[in-house]
């Protein structure tokens, strides 16, 4: 297989690098950008000169259309326009940006502020959650991969939403990612003199993943809520831990919580179901493509604590976007993707 | 005046030793211990040596009864036992730990699994949430002062309770503390290489802190509430932020919210109302005695977010253990707690 | 005292400002800007809103020589212009950047790659590194503080070489700094997700602080020497460690060092002279204007290692600044800086 | 391959885990214990109970000599005990403490202060620095791994040492180490509140590597010299870097020094010689077994800064273990190695 990654400078681009280099069904790794022509790769990361040392390519479709897979790895609002002149022309696309995962146009340009790409682009791809839509992803053409806090909160929390075991009505969702989430562009908030030894909230009520989040557990559990949902900066580089809040079901006990995370994820290699609550940290998944996923009953409110903790970078990201192409390409999901986690 | 702490190689002993030593009332402080006799403080703290040459004291009331303020900073079980036969003679007591603020000594037993302190001992100690309870602390002899969750939790909720802005019947409370909350002594969780890096929950659903929130909320807003509360660990060593997630009551607005909490804490030197979002974080009370507290309506879902942030081991332990200090001594509350937070 | 503070926004102008605001004789600070006038301070540093409500002034001469000080915290390059027109105006001036350091001006341009300040203002200029140079500070019109390197060699070293102790012919000084010391502008280098987690070596043999300690050498020890001296970056925020090596003279042996040491800074409360080995470290003078010195004879190799050890933006800038100011307006040099060492 | 590892649950064992899962020639990995009989390995590691849901078994030489490698990855002075009965029962035995690296036992009881292993058992060891001893690994039956810190010393100046570019009578090596070269024991020195946000320097002139980095120079370079050398903690989990410091021998040219490493190293996939100086960091190098080396030479003082990079788990210690034995087996260098750095 031959692969490009468009926005190969980005963290997520290095990720998809990382992983790929040790896919055994990837034989070549080509590198693109949309602003940056003419950059050496190694000029930025040095120590990576002899995994690639040339330029970045510029974007040529009539190149890219004789690669397998592309990867776009890029802001948002690039995609939209990169991808669709592609979307005929021969390659698997998947798409790592917010691009094309809302369907509803209105909706997009309401919490990205940006124009979205064609409705009929949108309608063809397909949301990239393995777990969830593994016979869709088969058959995609256009893949939107999954948001980093979607991911997280979804695996957590659309088994117990789907099977009734928890009222949808009533959802809280308080959500802590490593600063790495933020990308690898210098600003105030990531200066390491003030992100350092302090941990914050942010975009309060306004995050672009709360849309994301609404439509997937309509799209997999049949319900429509609107989730209270914020998110918070943690003072480490990488990692997810997503906790929500809700009322159990009556008649709902630990057991039915459990069993209702073990049975859905039976067969699924990537989400590990945690019974012992000092396992459930950022640390047990780190540099690997695991979600962690944890739920306990507390009697004496009739409510539940769901946590969902995945490497931000990987499963939330490059990980997930590497076990799509294998479910597209076929393969075992796991392929390129076996890593133990790095704990310390 | 004249200062005793008991446990002065605690964190918070170190931090009350940090603040007194630049109190302009407190001539003398002298170090206690109720378990390390003997040992010299100068032995764990070699870069203290300047500031107290001496063994550790062994606890004498003959002795500490001559003193004007005794400190309490010591595991929970400890000063239950050491304080009672001091109530009566002569010294102010604080005690920084949790034995003494659980009214219903049942409910200690249950969360806290010791044996609690004599009945009458707790029904005559006052409960050290500064800012609420300024008239009562004037008078006490024995101050349970507050939890380090508890002071950023209630501080932030108490006013919107109690003024009926929100519904209290369904309260979830998300809280994180730097790894200093553990205390000085070593374990695998706070072993460096595995807490590093890593942000995990613990004590779902099961913290000591519970019931003295539900207590305050009764106490303080005359409102009986099962809240949802859980914590988690971030890697660095100072600051707590608490997220908690209400419904408004009906009508109620995002100029109510702020109004009712500057309302609150107009004349309270140590609360800051924030309102600029981007400024809510740990590292803005850093060090000093301040508890940032911030409400933020959700218009799309009807639920406010409202979050508190202070430094775990200041407001959340000796800052304000020696604000409660100055109010019985009726000193003015900023006493030798006037700093400015270091930020970086 | 009134006090003004040009480059008020960096991170030495906001140490000036939390020191300065508990210094009992000074009676009002106001902020100066070079750049951003009409900036607020507090859109900055929302959290200090309470200090300060007001834009950055701009720089006006007539306004200023109203002042009893005023400090320049700018980056290199810009008191050189700023200062020499308030020389003779009244107030004493303290620069804590660069361009008053070095008396030869062709080193000046040739390390900083700048224009110099005038030579006749440079010779008036006295190197405020106090326990070496009290006197003549007392005196002086203009102060160019040390930078946050030579503070930490200097003061460890400067004894041995004075007294004969070392061979000061093949110097050694590995210095290790937080990152802190970059200053507040967000760059890659400091970008959270590749400062964190990673120790790195820079400026190789290319630091602009090496002619400053070498004429400091020359300048209070007499002796001529080319010192090699490189800096590395520390994931973390605050903090200096720098460690020396040289031959010791025949016959020196580790008492010989304790002594002279101890000798030296017997009279100098900042200093102080660290013989427990397992507290040489940063924690123990964060946030402090301490510096911590050790010096250890290796027999095996008759070499010895010496440790300076300070906070970079307290006794490395803002500290040391104002314990100058002190000094120059007969204070004790304690006032205002009073402080116990975090620690945690 | 059936590989067996004793002292799984230290850190060099959970690396030795990590890189073995994947490498694609070992079958089997069984996990055995000198003191934990009978835990069960996931109760240590509860996220990896499916790589491993055993208990840890009890050291049996029958069972072991069935296994085509052992790894050690024991504190000092056990393998010392352990080994000898195995050496010859069949299994390539590779030690990762430092029981077997220093050939004169008087210097090993000196610096470890423990019984020595028998004088013929450590005379037929040999030591794994796998760039400079290939021939002898290939042969070996047991290996003494090399220590963290003079991998990372030995690699950036052995070659420099032995073309005769620099002065061996006086070097300095000043090396930085992440926390986890502490090992996986909770104690004060790496409890998280005082490990963070501190620099300290520790063993001063103590190190044990001290003899073992003499004896290789000796060995490799054919040069007896006594080496500065002192040892520092950085608040990051992983991660070595050593700063070196010599004069250059008459007439070498920072071309001779770059030469010099670069002909060295040129069949050697896992030493990179970095010429740009941005890039000598430790997360260059992070999760991975490069060595990164480094030399400038600084014309000024004619002496030069020689740098080594890694990390200090991989190639100081699991990743270079598992190299030898790849050496001693036949396969690439590379096998099971091949990993991208994380950086972030």
Same mark, same amino acid.
């Given at each position: 297989?031959?692969?490009?990654?468009?926005?190969?400078?980005?963290?997520?681009?290095?990720?998809?690098?990382?992983?790929?280099?040790?896919?055994?069904?990837?034989?070549?790794?080509?590198?693109?950008?949309?602003?940056?022509?003419?950059?050496?790769?190694?000029?930025?990361?040095?120590?990576?000169?002899?995994?690639?040392?040339?330029?970045?390519?510029?974007?040529?479709?009539?190149?890219?259309?004789?690669?397998?897979? $592309?990867?776009?790895?890029?802001?948002?609002?690039?995609?939209?326009?990169?991808?669709?002149?592609?979307?005929?022309?021969?390659?698997?696309?998947?798409?790592?940006?917010?691009?094309?995962?809302?369907?509803?146009?209105?909706?997009?340009?309401? @919490?990205?502020?940006?124009?979205?790409?064609? &409705?009929?682009? $949108?309608?063809?791809?397909?949301?990239?959650?393995?777990? @969830?839509?593994?016979?869709?992803? +088969?058959?995609?053409?256009?893949?939107?991969?999954?948001?980093?806090?979607?991911?997280?909160?979804?695996?957590?929390?659309?088994?117990?939403?789907?099977?009734?075991?928890?009222?949808?009505?009533?959802? %809280?969702?308080?959500?802590?990612?490593?600063?790495?989430?933020?990308?690898?562009?210098?600003?105030?908030?990531?200066?390491?003199?003030?992100?350092?030894?302090?941990?914050?909230?942010?975009?309060?009520?306004?995050? +672009?993943?709360?849309?994301?989040?609404? &439509?997937?557990?309509?799209?997999?559990?049949? $319900?429509?809520?609107?989730?209270?949902?914020?998110?918070?900066?943690?003072?480490?580089?990488?990692?997810?831990?997503?906790?929500?809040?809700?009322?159990?079901?009556?008649?709902?006990?630990?057991?039915?919580?459990?069993?209702?995370?073990?049975?859905?994820?039976?067969?699924?290699?990537? %989400?590990?179901?945690?019974?012992?609550?000092?396992?459930?940290?950022?640390?047990?998944?780190?540099?690997?493509?695991?979600?962690? %996923?944890?739920?306990?009953?507390?009697?004496?409110?009739?409510?539940?604590?769901?946590?969902? $903790?995945?490497?931000?970078?990987?499963?939330?990201?490059?990980?997930?976007?590497?076990?799509?192409?294998?479910?597209?390409?076929?393969?075992?999901?796991?392929?390129?993707?076996?890593?133990?986690?790095?704990?310390?």
């Amino acid at each position: 297989m031959k692969v490009g990654i468009i926005g190969a400078t980005g963290y997520g681009g290095l990720e998809l690098i990382r992983f790929l280099y040790t896919h055994k069904e990837v034989e070549k790794v080509e590198l693109f950008t949309s602003s940056e022509e003419g950059a050496l790769f190694s000029s930025k990361f040095p120590h990576l000169v002899d995994l690639y040392n040339q330029p970045l390519q510029k974007i040529d479709y009539d190149v890219l259309s004789q690669f397998d897979v $592309v990867f776009a790895s890029t802001p948002s609002g690039v995609s939209s326009n990169l991808f669709p002149p592609l979307l005929d022309r021969g390659p698997k696309l998947i798409d790592l940006s917010g691009d094309f995962r809302l369907k509803n146009l209105a909706s997009y340009e309401k @919490w990205y502020k940006k124009t979205p790409a064609p &409705q009929e682009v $949108v309608d063809a791809s397909v949301y990239g959650l393995t777990e @969830w839509n593994e016979k869709a992803i +088969q058959e995609a053409k256009l893949i939107a991969n999954p948001g980093c806090y979607p991911t997280a909160v979804l695996l957590s929390l659309l088994p117990l939403i789907k099977e009734k075991c928890i009222d949808p009505s009533f959802l %809280v969702i308080d959500a802590k990612s490593g600063i790495s989430g933020a990308g690898n562009k210098p600003s105030q908030t990531t200066h390491y003199s003030e992100a350092n030894e302090s941990f914050s909230i942010y975009k309060i009520n306004e995050h +672009q993943h709360i849309p994301e989040i609404e &439509q997937a557990i309509s799209m997999f559990a049949g $319900v429509e809520t609107n989730i209270s949902f914020n998110t918070h900066l943690v003072p480490m580089t990488r990692g997810i831990l997503a906790t929500s809040y809700a009322k159990v079901q009556p008649g709902i006990t630990q057991e039915h919580l459990t069993n209702c995370l073990k049975e859905t994820y039976k067969n699924h290699p990537f %989400v590990r179901v945690i019974e012992n609550a000092s396992s459930v940290g950022t640390n047990r998944v780190k540099g690997s493509n695991y979600c962690d %996923v944890f739920a306990k009953l507390d009697e004496r409110t009739g409510r539940v604590t769901v946590v969902g $903790v995945i490497d931000n970078l990987v499963k939330g990201a490059a990980g997930q976007a590497i076990q799509n192409m294998n479910v597209q390409m076929n393969l075992p999901q796991t392929t390129g993707l076996q890593v133990v986690p790095l704990f310390m």
